[in-house]
């Protein structure tokens, strides 16, 4: 068995990784912003093993305020350096996508893997995907690997 020296997960017989590593590894920033409370985040990442791929972690304890007003997403570009129109905000939800909206996020991406459904999605998200695993095909591809 393979694994990613990044991430750490097992690579699948192609030779990727799990998405996760993906954001970092094409030096894009990735946070999570979340109902839940940062610590529970922050736990649940480490448990899962994607802590340190965080570039930002909000819960509605953090000090951002809460879905669907800007905070979250506003806090996350200041601790990134990113204007937020650079952000792709990827939700679950309408309160993801509202907190998108609100903070003037550059692309809102639905995915159907929570409360949300197509019909509910489809109208405050600019894309639809049906499997967060789609989102790869999204990133863009890193300067050193592109063909001349």
Known sequence: MRF?????????GDGSC???????????????????NELSIRR?????????????????????????????????CAATGL????????????????????????LKVAVLSGTGTRETLSECADIILDDIAALEALLPIPSDRQSA
Request: with cysteine.
């Open 18 to 36: 799990r998405p996760l590593c993906q954001p970092q590894a094409r030096g894009l920033k990735l946070g999570v912003a979340s109902s839940d």
């Open 44 to 76: 649940t990442a480490e448990r899962l093993g994607f802590a340190a791929f965080l570039d930002f972690v909000a819960g509605y304890d953090s000090g951002h305020g809460v879905k669907p007003g800007p905070g979250m997403l506003l806090g996350f």
């Open 83 to 106: 204007d937020p129109a650079q952000v792709a905000m990827v939700g679950d939800n309408k309160h993801d996508m509202h907190m998108g909206i609100n903070a003037g996020a550059g």
């Open 4 to 12: 990613c020296p990044r991430c750490r997960f097992r690579r699948s």
